[in-house]
């Protein structure tokens, strides 16, 4: 079974640019998160969906940062304008049932310089 | 306080060893507890899932829970080098909570030596 795939892997920009990641599910699985894990920090919750509607985006920055999940499928998380403080690894991670057992991707590595 | 504490280490033992890995919590009503383990450079994975008190095990883990205390632990017997890795506890947040709304320790470093 093909996991949680998600692209840039890294991705170093100057701060004001903008930045967008993508990520695929894993195949069924309804439900999709993206999570900010800062350097030294467990990886904290920017938004849920559940299938292609928000469940939880409580904790997004929303004057900067936006996501969809377009066709309840495939997501972008996209950041406009970066600050320095959004370097960190953004993950997202599916899950077949709301039990708290995420499936992961590797991350895709933001720098803002 | 943070709703969650972990000690961020770093903890290095010896091949062999049992390895003790806590979390405590301020949060009475948290009632679901996870291990995710995540090696360098990739994403967590789960590792245990336990409900409420006691104990559970499975190989050479075992998750306890003492909701008494709000004091989780993750022993790992006859720790091998590919226990090396980042250990988070987690914690599903009370009624009202998205269940996907993880709350997570900030991880333990593991490094387990030949």
């Known amino acids: 079974e093909a996991g949680v795939a998600q692209s840039p892997r890294y991705k170093i920009i100057e701060k004001r640019q903008s930045v967008a990641f993508w990520c695929n599910p894993i195949s069924g699985h309804a439900t999709l998160y993206w999570y900010q894990q800062i350097l030294g920090q467990g990886p904290k919750l920017l938004i849920q969906f559940q299938n292609n509607g928000v469940v939880d985006d409580s904790q997004l920055p929303k004057d900067r940062f936006s996501a969809e999940r377009l066709k309840g499928v495939d997501s972008t998380l996209k950041i406009q304008p970066a600050k320095l403080e959004d370097s960190a690894v953004y993950l997202c991670?599916?899950?077949?049932?709301?039990?708290?057992?995420?499936?992961f991707g590797e991350g895709s590595r933001l720098t803002v310089l | 306080q943070k709703e969650v504490e972990q000690d961020p280490g770093p903890l290095s033992v010896p091949e062999g060893a049992i390895v003790s890995l806590n979390c405590t919590y301020s949060?009475?009503?948290?009632?679901?507890f996870m291990w995710y383990r995540q090696y360098s450079r990739k994403g967590p994975e789960l590792l245990m899932y336990t409900y409420s008190s006691g104990n559970k095990e499975d190989g050479r883990f075992t998750a306890q829970v003492d909701k008494s205390s709000k004091y989780i632990s993750l022993f790992i017997r006859d720790s091998q080098p590919s226990d090396s890795a980042t250990y988070l506890c987690?914690?599903?947040?009370?009624?009202?909570?998205?269940?996907?709304?993880?709350?997570f320790g900030k991880g333990t470093k593991l490094s387990v030596k030949p």
């Open positions: 991670a599916s899950s077949f049932s709301n039990t708290g057992e995420l499936f």
């Open positions: 949060n009475s009503a948290f009632q679901y």
């Open positions: 987690a914690m599903i947040p009370p009624m009202g909570g998205s269940q996907g709304n993880l709350i």
